[in-house]
Protein backbone atom coordinates (compact mmCIF):
# COMPACT_ATOMS: atom_id res chain seq x y z
CA UNK A 1 0.00 0.00 0.00
CA UNK A 2 2.71 1.95 0.68
CA UNK A 3 4.51 1.84 -2.05
CA UNK A 4 1.63 2.28 -4.28
CA UNK A 5 0.99 5.60 -2.14
CA UNK A 6 4.51 6.51 -3.31
CA UNK A 7 4.07 5.95 -6.55
CA UNK A 8 0.81 7.86 -7.13
CA UNK A 9 2.68 10.83 -5.11
CA UNK A 10 5.77 10.32 -7.47
CA UNK A 11 3.56 10.63 -10.58
CA UNK A 12 1.16 13.30 -9.49
CA UNK A 13 3.77 15.75 -8.50
CA UNK A 14 5.43 14.71 -11.62
CA UNK A 15 2.83 15.61 -13.63
CA UNK A 16 2.59 19.13 -11.63
CA UNK A 17 5.91 19.94 -12.49
CA UNK A 18 5.99 18.84 -15.81
CA UNK A 19 2.75 20.97 -16.37
CA UNK A 20 4.57 24.31 -14.38
CA UNK A 21 6.96 24.58 -17.11
CA UNK A 22 5.56 23.25 -19.92
CA UNK A 23 2.27 23.97 -20.33
CA UNK A 24 1.00 25.78 -23.49
CA UNK A 25 0.03 29.48 -22.10
CA UNK A 26 3.52 29.55 -19.97
CA UNK A 27 3.79 32.81 -21.53
CA UNK A 28 0.36 34.09 -21.59
CA UNK A 29 0.83 36.87 -18.84
CA UNK A 30 4.23 38.37 -21.05
CA UNK A 31 5.00 41.04 -23.96
CA UNK A 32 7.82 39.61 -25.81
CA UNK A 33 9.93 42.27 -27.70
CA UNK A 34 12.13 40.18 -31.14
CA UNK A 35 14.46 42.18 -32.49
CA UNK A 36 14.93 41.42 -35.91
CA UNK A 37 11.42 38.95 -35.56
CA UNK A 38 11.31 39.00 -39.55
CA UNK A 39 13.50 36.29 -40.63
CA UNK A 40 15.46 33.41 -39.88
CA UNK A 41 16.20 32.90 -35.89
CA UNK A 42 14.17 35.74 -34.66
CA UNK A 43 10.86 34.33 -36.75
CA UNK A 44 11.46 31.16 -34.93
CA UNK A 45 11.65 32.63 -31.75
CA UNK A 46 8.48 34.58 -32.16
CA UNK A 47 6.96 31.60 -33.32
CA UNK A 48 7.79 29.64 -30.79
CA UNK A 49 7.13 32.31 -27.69
CA UNK A 50 3.63 33.43 -29.58
CA UNK A 51 2.76 29.52 -29.50
CA UNK A 52 3.06 28.98 -25.62
CA UNK A 53 0.92 32.06 -25.52
CA UNK A 54 3.00 35.18 -25.13
CA UNK A 55 2.17 38.35 -27.27
CA UNK A 56 5.00 39.13 -29.17
CA UNK A 57 6.72 42.19 -30.74
CA UNK A 58 8.59 41.67 -34.01
CA UNK A 59 10.71 44.67 -34.81
CA UNK A 60 13.63 45.21 -37.67
CA UNK A 61 13.67 47.93 -40.36
CA UNK A 62 12.14 46.20 -43.50
CA UNK A 63 7.91 46.10 -42.50
CA UNK A 64 7.26 43.80 -45.31
CA UNK A 65 9.02 40.65 -43.90
CA UNK A 66 7.70 41.49 -40.15
CA UNK A 67 3.91 42.02 -41.61
CA UNK A 68 4.42 38.51 -43.28
CA UNK A 69 5.65 36.65 -39.86
CA UNK A 70 3.09 38.40 -37.87
CA UNK A 71 0.39 37.02 -40.34
CA UNK A 72 1.47 33.60 -40.63
CA UNK A 73 1.68 33.72 -36.89
CA UNK A 74 -1.48 35.20 -36.62
CA UNK A 75 -3.27 32.44 -38.67
CA UNK A 76 -1.59 29.93 -36.12
CA UNK A 77 -3.85 31.29 -33.25
CA UNK A 78 -0.65 33.73 -31.93
CA UNK A 79 -0.80 36.98 -31.27
CA UNK A 80 1.66 39.30 -33.18
CA UNK A 81 2.48 43.09 -33.87
CA UNK A 82 5.27 45.07 -35.88
CA UNK A 83 7.22 47.74 -35.32
CA UNK A 84 9.47 49.43 -36.95
CA UNK A 85 13.02 49.99 -35.36
CA UNK A 86 17.00 50.89 -36.30
CA UNK A 87 18.52 49.24 -33.31
CA UNK A 88 21.50 51.96 -34.25
CA UNK A 89 19.21 54.52 -33.16
CA UNK A 90 18.94 54.87 -29.42
CA UNK A 91 16.25 57.42 -29.47
CA UNK A 92 14.30 55.16 -31.69
CA UNK A 93 14.72 52.41 -29.03
CA UNK A 94 13.39 54.15 -26.53
CA UNK A 95 10.43 55.15 -28.52
CA UNK A 96 10.27 51.86 -29.33
CA UNK A 97 9.65 50.66 -25.91
CA UNK A 98 7.31 53.41 -24.71
CA UNK A 99 4.86 52.13 -28.13
CA UNK A 100 5.24 48.97 -26.82
CA UNK A 101 3.75 50.06 -22.84
CA UNK A 102 1.46 52.19 -23.85
CA UNK A 103 -0.15 49.64 -26.92
CA UNK A 104 0.58 45.81 -24.95
CA UNK A 105 0.97 47.69 -21.23
CA UNK A 106 4.37 45.92 -20.02
CA UNK A 107 7.26 44.51 -21.82
CA UNK A 108 8.15 41.60 -19.86
CA UNK A 109 11.22 40.09 -22.29
CA UNK A 110 13.61 41.55 -25.09
CA UNK A 111 15.27 39.03 -27.55
CA UNK A 112 18.15 41.02 -28.81
CA UNK A 113 18.48 39.35 -31.74
CA UNK A 114 18.71 41.67 -34.83
CA UNK A 115 22.91 41.74 -36.22
CA UNK A 116 25.31 40.68 -38.44
CA UNK A 117 28.19 41.47 -40.38
CA UNK A 118 30.17 40.39 -43.17
CA UNK A 119 33.55 38.42 -44.05
CA UNK A 120 36.64 39.76 -44.52
CA UNK A 121 40.32 39.23 -43.12
CA UNK A 122 41.21 41.67 -40.56
CA UNK A 123 44.03 42.96 -42.57
CA UNK A 124 41.94 44.01 -45.44
CA UNK A 125 38.97 45.21 -43.14
CA UNK A 126 38.78 49.50 -43.23
CA UNK A 127 38.40 51.05 -39.69
CA UNK A 128 34.65 52.42 -41.05
CA UNK A 129 34.01 48.37 -41.82
CA UNK A 130 35.10 47.55 -38.47
CA UNK A 131 32.96 50.39 -36.21
CA UNK A 132 30.15 49.71 -38.42
CA UNK A 133 29.61 45.92 -37.38
CA UNK A 134 30.84 46.92 -33.74
CA UNK A 135 27.82 49.86 -33.84
CA UNK A 136 24.96 47.16 -35.19
CA UNK A 137 26.09 44.39 -33.01
CA UNK A 138 27.48 46.09 -29.75
CA UNK A 139 25.84 49.80 -29.33
CA UNK A 140 23.11 48.28 -30.99
CA UNK A 141 22.19 45.46 -28.30
CA UNK A 142 23.24 48.29 -25.43
CA UNK A 143 20.74 51.07 -26.81
CA UNK A 144 17.94 48.51 -26.79
CA UNK A 145 18.66 46.49 -22.98
CA UNK A 146 18.72 50.75 -21.79
CA UNK A 147 15.70 51.49 -23.17
CA UNK A 148 13.81 48.69 -22.14
CA UNK A 149 15.87 49.32 -18.45
CA UNK A 150 14.39 53.01 -18.54
CA UNK A 151 10.93 52.70 -20.31
CA UNK A 152 9.48 49.98 -18.41
CA UNK A 153 11.90 46.91 -16.75
CA UNK A 154 13.64 49.52 -14.17
CA UNK A 155 10.76 49.71 -12.21
CA UNK A 156 8.92 46.41 -13.27
CA UNK A 157 11.76 43.99 -14.11
CA UNK A 158 12.12 41.44 -16.55
CA UNK A 159 14.19 39.05 -19.21
CA UNK A 160 16.67 39.58 -21.27
CA UNK A 161 18.32 37.45 -23.81
CA UNK A 162 21.29 38.70 -26.08
CA UNK A 163 21.64 36.38 -29.12
CA UNK A 164 25.55 36.73 -29.87
CA UNK A 165 27.63 34.26 -31.95
CA UNK A 166 30.06 31.46 -30.47
CA UNK A 167 33.71 33.27 -30.17
CA UNK A 168 35.17 31.40 -27.47
CA UNK A 169 38.76 31.53 -29.26
CA UNK A 170 38.20 33.99 -31.78
CA UNK A 171 36.53 34.86 -34.67
CA UNK A 172 39.37 34.95 -37.82
CA UNK A 173 37.88 36.48 -40.97
CA UNK A 174 35.10 37.81 -38.62
CA UNK A 175 37.18 40.24 -36.36
CA UNK A 176 34.43 42.94 -36.01
CA UNK A 177 31.63 40.82 -35.25
CA UNK A 178 33.77 38.86 -32.28
CA UNK A 179 34.98 41.76 -30.70
CA UNK A 180 31.14 42.89 -30.85
CA UNK A 181 29.98 39.92 -29.28
CA UNK A 182 32.39 39.28 -26.61
CA UNK A 183 31.66 43.29 -25.71
CA UNK A 184 28.19 42.20 -25.30
CA UNK A 185 28.61 38.94 -23.30
CA UNK A 186 31.18 41.13 -20.95
CA UNK A 187 28.20 43.32 -20.90
CA UNK A 188 25.62 41.27 -20.31
CA UNK A 189 27.55 39.91 -16.91
CA UNK A 190 27.47 43.45 -15.96
CA UNK A 191 23.88 44.30 -16.62
CA UNK A 192 23.17 40.90 -14.65
CA UNK A 193 25.01 42.22 -11.62
CA UNK A 194 24.08 46.11 -11.97
CA UNK A 195 20.23 45.25 -12.68
CA UNK A 196 18.94 42.05 -10.84
CA UNK A 197 18.10 44.29 -7.50
CA UNK A 198 16.14 46.11 -10.01
CA UNK A 199 12.65 43.89 -9.33
CA UNK A 200 14.68 40.44 -10.24
CA UNK A 201 15.89 41.77 -14.28
CA UNK A 202 18.20 38.80 -15.57
CA UNK A 203 19.97 38.97 -18.52
CA UNK A 204 21.77 36.20 -20.06
CA UNK A 205 23.38 35.31 -23.49
CA UNK A 206 23.11 32.41 -25.93
CA UNK A 207 25.89 31.71 -28.46
CA UNK A 208 24.62 29.93 -31.95
CA UNK A 209 27.36 28.24 -33.98
CA UNK A 210 26.61 27.97 -37.13
CA UNK A 211 22.82 27.66 -37.66
CA UNK A 212 21.17 26.81 -41.25
CA UNK A 213 19.13 29.74 -41.42
CA UNK A 214 18.32 33.10 -43.62
CA UNK A 215 21.06 35.06 -42.27
CA UNK A 216 23.26 32.41 -44.75
CA UNK A 217 21.78 34.50 -47.86
CA UNK A 218 23.88 37.21 -47.00
CA UNK A 219 26.84 35.72 -47.45
CA UNK A 220 28.40 35.51 -51.29
CA UNK A 221 28.19 32.07 -53.03
CA UNK A 222 31.78 30.87 -52.31
CA UNK A 223 31.53 32.03 -48.77
CA UNK A 224 28.41 29.79 -48.71
CA UNK A 225 29.85 27.08 -50.55
CA UNK A 226 32.57 26.67 -47.79
CA UNK A 227 30.36 26.83 -45.17
CA UNK A 228 28.26 24.12 -46.71
CA UNK A 229 31.12 22.04 -47.50
CA UNK A 230 32.41 22.17 -43.44
CA UNK A 231 29.39 20.90 -41.24
CA UNK A 232 31.34 17.48 -40.63
CA UNK A 233 34.17 19.87 -38.64
CA UNK A 234 31.23 19.93 -35.55
CA UNK A 235 31.80 17.25 -32.96
CA UNK A 236 27.64 16.58 -33.88
CA UNK A 237 28.39 16.39 -37.40
CA UNK A 238 26.02 19.28 -38.35
CA UNK A 239 25.07 22.35 -37.80
CA UNK A 240 22.27 23.97 -35.88
CA UNK A 241 18.98 25.11 -36.53
CA UNK A 242 16.45 27.70 -35.58
CA UNK A 243 14.67 25.25 -33.95
CA UNK A 244 17.44 24.68 -31.56
CA UNK A 245 18.78 28.26 -31.18
CA UNK A 246 14.71 29.40 -30.19
CA UNK A 247 14.24 26.37 -27.87
CA UNK A 248 17.40 27.88 -25.36
CA UNK A 249 15.70 31.28 -25.71
CA UNK A 250 12.53 30.28 -24.52
CA UNK A 251 14.25 27.94 -21.93
CA UNK A 252 15.99 31.22 -20.34
CA UNK A 253 12.89 33.46 -20.82
CA UNK A 254 10.95 31.14 -18.49
CA UNK A 255 10.48 30.06 -15.01
CA UNK A 256 13.18 27.28 -14.93
CA UNK A 257 15.72 29.62 -15.61
CA UNK A 258 14.17 32.01 -12.65
CA UNK A 259 17.85 31.34 -11.00
CA UNK A 260 19.96 32.06 -14.31
CA UNK A 261 21.93 35.63 -14.32
CA UNK A 262 24.67 36.56 -16.90
CA UNK A 263 25.89 33.21 -18.30
CA UNK A 264 26.56 32.82 -22.60
CA UNK A 265 25.11 29.41 -23.55
CA UNK A 266 26.77 28.02 -26.00
CA UNK A 267 24.27 26.58 -28.62
CA UNK A 268 26.88 25.29 -30.94
CA UNK A 269 26.62 21.61 -30.60
CA UNK A 270 30.48 21.63 -28.99
CA UNK A 271 32.07 22.88 -31.86
CA UNK A 272 33.40 25.68 -30.00
CA UNK A 273 35.47 23.83 -27.92
CA UNK A 274 37.10 21.73 -31.49
CA UNK A 275 38.25 24.75 -32.96
CA UNK A 276 42.07 25.23 -33.72
CA UNK A 277 41.60 21.60 -35.84
CA UNK A 278 41.19 22.51 -39.03
CA UNK A 279 40.17 19.97 -42.49
CA UNK A 280 42.66 17.48 -43.22
CA UNK A 281 44.11 16.83 -39.30
CA UNK A 282 43.94 14.44 -36.97
CA UNK A 283 40.38 15.51 -35.54
CA UNK A 284 37.82 14.49 -38.11
CA UNK A 285 34.61 13.94 -36.71
CA UNK A 286 31.57 12.47 -38.63
CA UNK A 287 32.71 12.77 -42.04
CA UNK A 288 29.39 9.95 -42.79
CA UNK A 289 27.30 12.71 -41.38
CA UNK A 290 25.50 13.38 -37.88
CA UNK A 291 25.12 10.86 -35.00
CA UNK A 292 22.72 13.65 -33.39
CA UNK A 293 19.93 14.40 -34.80
CA UNK A 294 18.76 17.93 -35.70
CA UNK A 295 15.67 19.50 -33.38
CA UNK A 296 12.86 20.77 -35.70
CA UNK A 297 10.52 22.72 -33.51
CA UNK A 298 8.45 24.82 -36.00
CA UNK A 299 6.84 24.59 -38.35
CA UNK A 300 4.47 23.26 -35.61
CA UNK A 301 1.98 19.81 -36.20
CA UNK A 302 2.20 15.94 -36.24
CA UNK A 303 3.16 16.33 -39.94
CA UNK A 304 5.10 18.97 -40.82
CA UNK A 305 7.57 18.77 -37.61
CA UNK A 306 10.04 17.85 -40.08
CA UNK A 307 8.37 19.62 -43.30
CA UNK A 308 11.47 22.44 -43.35
CA UNK A 309 10.18 24.67 -46.24
CA UNK A 310 9.58 27.45 -44.42
CA UNK A 311 13.31 27.61 -43.42
CA UNK A 312 14.79 29.88 -45.28
CA UNK A 313 18.45 29.42 -45.87
CA UNK A 314 20.92 29.34 -49.27
CA UNK A 315 19.65 25.76 -50.87
CA UNK A 316 22.92 24.36 -50.60
CA UNK A 317 22.50 25.02 -46.71
CA UNK A 318 18.92 24.55 -46.36
CA UNK A 319 19.37 21.16 -48.40
CA UNK A 320 21.44 19.88 -45.17
CA UNK A 321 18.63 19.76 -42.98
CA UNK A 322 17.41 16.61 -44.89
CA UNK A 323 20.80 14.81 -43.98
CA UNK A 324 19.88 15.90 -39.97
CA UNK A 325 16.52 14.69 -40.18
CA UNK A 326 17.34 11.14 -41.07
CA UNK A 327 17.09 9.79 -37.73
CA UNK A 328 14.19 11.19 -35.72
CA UNK A 329 14.70 13.23 -33.09
CA UNK A 330 13.62 11.99 -29.72
CA UNK A 331 12.75 15.45 -28.59
C1 LIG B 1 33.62 28.99 -41.25
C2 LIG B 1 32.79 30.24 -41.22
C3 LIG B 1 31.56 30.05 -40.43
C4 LIG B 1 30.69 31.24 -40.59
C5 LIG B 1 29.71 31.28 -39.52
C6 LIG B 1 28.82 32.48 -39.65
C7 LIG B 1 28.19 32.76 -38.34
C8 LIG B 1 27.33 33.94 -38.40
C9 LIG B 1 26.25 33.93 -39.14
C10 LIG B 1 25.37 35.09 -39.13
O1 LIG B 1 25.48 36.01 -38.38
S1 LIG B 1 24.11 35.00 -40.21
C11 LIG B 1 23.95 36.67 -40.85
C12 LIG B 1 23.11 37.56 -40.13
N1 LIG B 1 22.88 38.74 -40.91
C13 LIG B 1 23.88 39.56 -41.39
O2 LIG B 1 25.06 39.32 -41.29
C14 LIG B 1 23.49 40.86 -42.01
C15 LIG B 1 24.35 41.16 -43.20
N2 LIG B 1 25.17 42.32 -43.14
C16 LIG B 1 24.72 43.57 -43.22
O3 LIG B 1 23.54 43.84 -43.14
C17 LIG B 1 25.74 44.63 -43.45
O4 LIG B 1 26.92 44.06 -43.91
C18 LIG B 1 26.09 45.50 -42.19
C19 LIG B 1 26.96 44.70 -41.27
C20 LIG B 1 24.87 45.89 -41.43
C21 LIG B 1 26.79 46.77 -42.68
O5 LIG B 1 25.87 47.49 -43.48
P1 LIG B 1 25.89 49.12 -43.62
O6 LIG B 1 24.93 49.45 -44.73
O7 LIG B 1 25.72 49.79 -42.35
O8 LIG B 1 27.34 49.39 -44.01
P2 LIG B 1 27.96 49.94 -45.35
O9 LIG B 1 27.70 51.41 -45.41
O10 LIG B 1 27.55 49.09 -46.49
O11 LIG B 1 29.52 49.69 -45.09
C22 LIG B 1 30.17 50.27 -43.96
C23 LIG B 1 31.63 49.92 -44.06
O12 LIG B 1 31.76 48.50 -44.01
C24 LIG B 1 32.44 48.04 -45.20
N3 LIG B 1 31.87 46.80 -45.70
C25 LIG B 1 30.56 46.51 -45.86
N4 LIG B 1 30.42 45.28 -46.39
C26 LIG B 1 31.67 44.79 -46.59
C27 LIG B 1 32.19 43.56 -47.11
N5 LIG B 1 31.39 42.58 -47.53
N6 LIG B 1 33.53 43.40 -47.13
C28 LIG B 1 34.37 44.36 -46.71
N7 LIG B 1 33.94 45.57 -46.20
C29 LIG B 1 32.62 45.77 -46.16
C30 LIG B 1 32.16 49.13 -46.23
O13 LIG B 1 33.15 49.07 -47.20
C31 LIG B 1 32.20 50.41 -45.41
O14 LIG B 1 33.50 50.82 -45.12
P3 LIG B 1 34.32 51.85 -46.09
O15 LIG B 1 34.52 51.12 -47.37
O16 LIG B 1 33.44 53.04 -46.25
O17 LIG B 1 35.57 52.12 -45.35
N1 LIG C 1 22.82 31.96 -38.63
C1 LIG C 1 23.93 31.75 -37.95
O1 LIG C 1 24.69 30.81 -38.20
C2 LIG C 1 24.29 32.65 -36.81
C3 LIG C 1 23.57 33.79 -36.51
N2 LIG C 1 23.96 34.58 -35.47
C4 LIG C 1 23.23 35.79 -35.12
O2 LIG C 1 21.87 35.49 -34.86
C5 LIG C 1 21.05 36.61 -35.20
C6 LIG C 1 19.98 36.20 -36.18
O3 LIG C 1 20.62 35.67 -37.34
P1 LIG C 1 19.87 35.05 -38.59
O4 LIG C 1 18.43 34.87 -38.33
O5 LIG C 1 20.67 33.89 -39.01
O6 LIG C 1 20.14 36.20 -39.67
P2 LIG C 1 19.18 37.24 -40.41
O7 LIG C 1 20.09 38.04 -41.27
O8 LIG C 1 18.04 36.52 -41.04
O9 LIG C 1 18.64 38.11 -39.22
C7 LIG C 1 19.15 39.35 -38.84
C8 LIG C 1 17.97 40.24 -38.49
O10 LIG C 1 18.45 41.45 -37.91
C9 LIG C 1 17.69 42.52 -38.43
N3 LIG C 1 18.54 43.71 -38.40
C10 LIG C 1 19.76 43.88 -38.95
N4 LIG C 1 20.21 45.12 -38.73
C11 LIG C 1 19.25 45.75 -38.01
C12 LIG C 1 19.15 47.05 -37.47
N5 LIG C 1 20.10 47.98 -37.65
N6 LIG C 1 18.04 47.36 -36.75
C13 LIG C 1 17.04 46.44 -36.59
N7 LIG C 1 17.10 45.21 -37.08
C14 LIG C 1 18.19 44.86 -37.79
C15 LIG C 1 17.33 42.12 -39.85
O11 LIG C 1 16.11 42.73 -40.28
P3 LIG C 1 16.06 44.07 -41.17
O12 LIG C 1 17.05 43.89 -42.25
O13 LIG C 1 14.62 44.13 -41.61
O14 LIG C 1 16.39 45.19 -40.24
C16 LIG C 1 17.14 40.63 -39.71
O15 LIG C 1 15.80 40.32 -39.44
C17 LIG C 1 22.02 37.66 -35.76
O16 LIG C 1 22.43 38.53 -34.74
C18 LIG C 1 23.16 36.80 -36.25
O17 LIG C 1 24.34 37.51 -36.43
C19 LIG C 1 25.04 34.27 -34.70
C20 LIG C 1 25.78 33.16 -34.97
C21 LIG C 1 25.46 32.27 -36.05
Known sequence: ????????????????????????????????????????IGRCIAHEMASLG??????????????????????????????????RDAAKALELIENIVAKHGKLTCLVNNAGGQFMSPASMLSTKGFATVVDLNLNGTFNMCKAAF??????????????????????????HTGAA?????????????????????????????TIVSSGMKN??????????????????????????IAASVVFLLSPAAAYI?????????????????????????NPEGSLMPAYVGWPEGKDNVHNLKHVDAPQKINDLLNKYKKKKSKL
Open 1 to 40: MNILWAYYVTCKYHVVAYNSIFKKDLFKDEVVLVTGGGTG
Open 54 to 87: ATVVIAARKLDQLTAVAEEIRKLGGKCDTMQINI
Open 150 to 175: DGYMGEHGGSIVNIVAECRNGFPRMV
Open 181 to 209: RSGIINMTKTLAVEWGPFNGIRVNCVAPG
Open 219 to 244: YPDNVVDMIAGNDWLSPTGRFGTESE
Open 261 to 285: NGVNLAVDGGSSLSKGFPEGQDLAF
